[in-house]
């Protein structure tokens, strides 16, 4: 069975270069058949696009994924089909949002990546440079697309990276960029609400902590000063806690990093560091 996240995936950014080839009248082109990772040549021809293997989209298709510059979209045999899944169990819309590099996820309206100056990549990078070198059990509280997980198990014995809504699952595993998620035996994924799941794990049991969790008008629970007493007790100790809360500089952001510093403190971190540049703050046990 072929997975979908080795179909071709596309949006506006590669619709634009195959509507312009057509225009100069070029007979074939060079694009990414999965967001930026790879480069293929296609056939140009009146009725539309032909991939290497055989996999076709007619014009009429290619100009309405440029024409939609918020989702990307899979080749199917039916034709195209948006990334998106609307979640009844969180009631929620999740999509694949294009930017000029690696895509982020949208849900209920909110970018799950700093896309404003940076990119998805380059913002994880960010936030995982902040508690380098990332090493032995991590613990990732978000899962998202899977690029903070991914980044971690590059150094880290094993990543344990939690997932509540099914509708992130649904993307990631049409996202190209996702894909290392399912496939590297380092990571292993749980399904559930971090709020009650990371109760269950051991005492000092992860050398190192990612908490990115969403905005906290869809998450406040995570912000909790309940929660950040868990997790201070399965921090190991000398452990790093990266908390990523927003623009600390801006009034919103700001308010909500001065309640988490005052709460983390509160939970037993003896020191706790404001690091504007990854949006976030680092926790010491």
């Not at 913002?123 to 090493?135: E, F, G, H, N, R």
């Not at 801006?250 to 037993?268: C, D, M």
Request: aromatic residues 8%.
């Amino acid at each position: 069975m072929v997975q979908e996240t080795e179909l071709q995936v596309l949006s506006h950014v590669q619709a634009e270069t195959l509507l312009r080839a057509r225009k100069e009248g070029l007979s074939a082109v060079t694009i990414s058949p999965d967001l930026g990772i790879s480069q293929v040549t296609v056939e140009l021809s009146d009725d539309g696009v032909t991939f290497p293997g055989g996999a076709r989209i007619g014009w009429k298709q290619v100009e309405k994924i440029r024409a939609s510059e918020n989702n990307c979209f899979v080749l199917a045999e039916a034709g195209i089909r948006a990334i998106q899944f609307f979640s009844e169990e969180t009631n929620r819309m999740c999509s694949l949002l294009p930017t000029k590099s690696t895509p982020t996820m949208l849900i209920a309206g909110f970018t799950m990546h700093r896309i404003v100056d940076t990119d998805p990549l380059q913002d994880t990078l960010k936030k995982m440079a902040t508690i380098t070198p990332v090493t032995g059990r991590v613990l990732d509280t978000a899962t998202g697309l899977g690029y903070t997980a991914i980044a971690a198990a590059q150094t880290a014995s094993e990543v344990v990276t939690i997932e509540l809504d099914p509708g992130a699952q649904v993307i990631a595993r049409q996202n190209p960029w996702s894909r290392e998620l399912f496939q590297n035996p380092r990571i292993r994924q749980v399904m559930g609400d971090a709020f009650e799941v990371v109760p269950t794990f051991e005492d000092a049991s992860f050398s190192s902590i990612i908490h990115d969790p969403p905005v906290f008008k869809l998450a406040g629970d995570l912000y909790s000063g309940e929660f950040y007493r868990q997790l201070y007790r399965i921090l190991q100790r000398g452990g790093r806690l990266f908390h990523y809360i927003g623009d600390l500089n801006s009034k919103s952001s700001g308010t909500v990093a001065h309640g988490a510093l005052k709460r983390l403190q509160e939970a037993g971190f003896k020191r706790v560091v404001r690091r504007p540049e990854a949006f976030g703050v680092v926790a010491y046990k």
